[in-house]
């Protein structure tokens, strides 16, 4: 079922996005060569809790942890532990919150230390996708216009894009519906003003494939290539689309 917001829903979205996007900068900042990943789901922790929010993947259908941290061939769903960060590593954060009732959705991924060239570039390649796919969020459009949109741009630069993972609808529930593919599938819905989706583009330097590693989470590619992931949630105006992260 698709859920239009009110405007006053959107306001407390619009508060909970401020405060995600706020604890995703404090978290860039800690990357760096040494630190270990569970260190980085600490500081989502104490950050949440500071900032009066709470994270929403810990515990969500039994995910063990606040915060995904997915290193270099992992394209989603990392699980923090000890693993130490390393110059050279790509690292991707997705994080969400829960404020008064209503979630947000974030990604980023950030280079440790001195990358190679084709992490920078995939690194910029998803996150200027995760652009060309908002600009096509307007009310009006459909859910396909954006994922024609991210895909063309991405195998316009020679990479590809994850098909067996999507974005989403976001509110009162992390996952809501529609779902928001980042290839071109079925025309999907029409947006209309007051929904709100969580846009996340997930580009593979190699092949678009995946494969679920032994802690039946976190997602991989398949053939060991660098991955990178941007995320955003967004408003759907009567104009541009609202990012709220």
């Given at each position: 079922?698709?859920?239009?917001?009110?405007?006053?829903?959107?306001?407390?979205?619009?508060?909970?996005?401020?405060?995600?996007?706020?604890?995703?900068?404090?978290?860039?900042m800690?990357?760096?060569?040494?630190?270990?990943?569970?260190?980085?789901?600490?500081?989502?922790?104490?950050?949440?809790?500071?900032?009066?929010?709470?994270?929403?993947?810990k515990?969500?259908?039994?995910?063990?942890?606040?915060?995904c941290?997915?290193?270099?061939?992992?394209?989603?769903?990392?699980?923090?532990?000890?693993?130490?960060?390393?110059?050279?590593?790509?690292?991707?954060?997705?994080?969400?919150?829960i404020?008064?009732?209503?979630?947000?959705?974030?990604?980023?991924?950030?280079?440790?230390?001195?990358?190679?060239?084709?992490?920078?570039e995939?690194?910029?390649?998803?996150?200027?996708?995760?652009?060309?796919?908002?600009?096509?969020?307007?009310?009006?459009?459909y859910?396909?216009?954006?994922s024609?949109?991210?895909?063309?741009?991405?195998?316009?630069?020679?990479?590809?894009?994850?098909?067996?993972?999507?974005?989403?609808?976001?509110?009162?529930?992390?996952?809501?519906?529609?779902?928001?593919?980042?290839?071109?599938?079925?025309?999907?819905?029409?947006?209309?003003?007051?929904?709100?989706?969580?846009?996340?583009?997930?580009?593979?330097?190699?092949?678009?494939?995946t494969?679920?590693?032994?802690?039946?989470?976190?997602?991989?590619?398949?053939?060991?290539?660098?991955?990178?992931?941007?995320?955003?949630?967004?408003?759907?105006?009567?104009?541009?689309?609202?990012?709220?992260?």
């Amino acid at each position: 079922m698709i859920i239009i917001k009110s405007p006053e829903e959107i306001a407390i979205m619009q508060q909970c996005g401020k405060i995600l996007a706020a604890i995703l900068g404090k978290l860039r900042m800690e990357i760096r060569p040494g630190i270990k990943t569970h260190q980085l789901d600490a500081i989502m922790a104490e950050e949440s809790d500071k900032r009066g929010v709470k994270p929403s993947f810990k515990n969500y259908q039994g995910f063990p942890a606040n915060l995904c941290v997915s290193v270099n061939d992992e394209i989603v769903h990392g699980i923090p532990d000890e693993r130490l960060l390393k110059d050279g590593d790509i690292v991707s954060l997705d994080a969400g919150v829960i404020y008064d009732g209503f979630h947000t959705d974030s990604a980023i991924t950030v280079g440790v230390g001195e990358i190679s060239q084709q992490a920078k570039e995939l690194i910029e390649v998803t996150k200027n996708s995760l652009k060309v796919g908002i600009a096509q969020a307007n009310c009006g459009a459909y859910v396909r216009d954006i994922s024609v949109a991210i895909q063309n741009y991405v195998e316009s630069r020679g990479f590809s894009v994850v098909r067996e993972y999507t974005g989403h609808g976001i509110g009162r529930n992390l996952h809501e519906e529609p779902q928001i593919p980042n290839f071109a599938f079925k025309k999907g819905s029409l947006l209309r003003k007051g929904m709100t989706l969580a846009i996340e583009p997930m580009v593979n330097a190699g092949d678009w494939h995946t494969r679920l590693a032994p802690n039946q989470w976190t997602v991989l590619t398949i053939d060991g290539s660098l991955s990178a992931h941007f995320e955003h949630t967004v408003a759907i105006t009567n104009g541009e689309a609202e990012v709220l992260t």
